[in-house]
């Protein structure tokens, strides 16, 4: 038959789509099962601290630098546009309202996603390949309460820190380029911020965003890791798609929360 | 590294994610001049508001006395209501004219405020009797053109 590779194709397709809308199903299980077993990570706080100190704290250096950088280049092509206008001063506003209501918390979820969120997947994938998980589920340990709960608080503690760390250090570099490099009137640089960025509208909505971005990214990687096939390649694979899916689910939803936050009251 | 390290660093690490809030908060928004200050509110009627918008300042002689709380549509008069929110510590008289102004060329607008000269002070839910829209420039410009027009015919008498 003529129609037998076509028909396999869709097949094919077909089961691409199950599956997954299966595992979205069964990633939402996972989050329910995880928050309601939060306990153990709560109560045994310390567990929890380990993990702000692997996701957070050993993100710090990539995450300042790459702000520093971001908010320096801001700086340079804002000012080489702004000046057309005869707006130069108003560098500071351009900087610091891209930083805390977008850069900030996006790219620091990206870089999060890739330097803590893969991390996750492949510590707990390789505990799963390793047969760490069945061993505790054979010491009536719950490895969801033990394992995962810990390194999803972590980083869903650590996340909004590290997105306002970003914010800061990028008005920073743009401080130093706009007012330090190129002369822009500091006054003028800080003040013109100062009023134009306002706390409820734009860096609590940036400060919400992180959190969000952070359950998102957190969620995907230790669920990537809790599924990955307990083999070498199947870590691996896992540990791609957290990167991946996680990068995705970051802009998706940027634009998702921006169109709710950003489109009412502002006009 | 043993666990009071580990306690260590993420402190400093916590400590640090909340300074950079504070200083976004403090330094880069406008919590500062959020001054949680006493205020009062009155209101004011113009027949065209422009583009006014919420959270504008009301100045006086340039300084920043308050803010614009809301802005309502009358549907008896067909006016615009303004609620200002005007700090306690500016007194201002009972006949203050309310101006809409324009900050620069192409700037944001805001509330002018003039003192009036009665001795009585504008309390809480008072309402400024004197007011100025904002000026709408089609309406200057169809003017303008009108007076020309009507200038061009005269000599022609």
Do not use: C
């Not at chain 1, 890739?114 to 799963?128: C, D, H, P, V, W």
């Not at chain 1, 100062?194 to 969620?219: C, H, M, P, Y």
């Amino acid at each position: 038959m003529a129609l037998a590779p076509i028909r396999s194709r869709l097949e094919r397709l077909g089961a691409t789509v199950t599956s997954f809308v299966w595992r979205l199903g069964y990633a939402s299980r996972f989050l329910v099962y995880l928050a309601l077993h939060s306990g153990t990570a709560l109560r045994r706080f310390r567990l929890t601290i380990a993990q702000v100190y692997f996701a957070g704290v050993l993100s710090l250096v990539i995450i300042l630098v790459s702000g520093l950088f971001v908010g320096m280049v801001l700086a340079l092509q804002g000012y080489e546009t702004l000046q057309r206008f005869g707006a130069s001063e108003s560098l500071g506003v351009l900087v610091a309202l891209s930083l805390v209501r977008e850069l900030g918390p996006v790219v620091a979820g990206l870089l999060f996603a890739s330097r803590a969120g893969s991390a996750i997947t492949a510590e707990i994938g390789l505990m799963k390949a390793t047969e760490q998980i069945s061993a505790m589920e054979m010491m009536a340990v719950d490895p969801i309460a033990r394992v995962v709960a810990p390194r999803f608080w972590g980083g869903v503690i650590s996340m909004p820190l590290l997105a306002a760390l970003f914010s800061a250090s990028g008005i920073f570099g743009g401080y130093l380029v706009g007012v330090q490099l190129i002369g822009v009137d500091a006054g003028a640089f800080w003040s013109q911020m100062q009023a134009a960025v306002d706390v409820r509208e734009d860096i609590l909505n940036g400060v919400i965003k992180s959190v969000v971005f952070g359950v998102a990214v957190t969620w995907i990687a230790v669920f990537e890791g809790y599924d990955a096939v307990p083999t070498a390649e199947g870590v691996s694979r896992a540990t791609t798609r957290t990167v991946v899916t996680s990068s995705l689910a970051i802009l998706a939803l940027d634009f998702v929360l921006t169109a709710l936050m950003f489109t009412g009251g502002n006009h | 590294m043993n666990r009071s390290m580990i306690d260590l660093w993420v402190g400093v690490f916590v400590a640090a994610g909340l300074a950079g809030l504070l200083f976004l908060a403090l330094k880069v928004g406008n919590l500062a001049t959020f001054s949680t200050n006493q205020t009062y509110q009155v209101e004011a009627k113009f027949a065209n508001i422009g583009g006014l918008k919420v959270r504008g300042p009301v100045k006086s002689a340039g300084v920043v006395v308050g803010r614009v709380a809301d802005v309502r549509f009358d549907n008896e008069s067909y006016e615009a209501i303004v609620s200002l929110t005007i700090d306690t510590s500016y007194r201002f008289p009972r006949d203050t004219t309310a101006k809409i102004l324009t900050s620069g060329i192409l700037g944001e607008q805001y509330i002018g405020l003039e003192a009036g000269g009665d001795g009585v002070m504008l309390k809480q839910g008072d309402r400024l009797r004197l007011t100025q829209s904002a000026v709408v420039l089609e309406n200057l410009i169809s003017q303008f053109l009108f007076n020309k027009a009507a200038e061009g015919k005269e000599p022609a008498k």
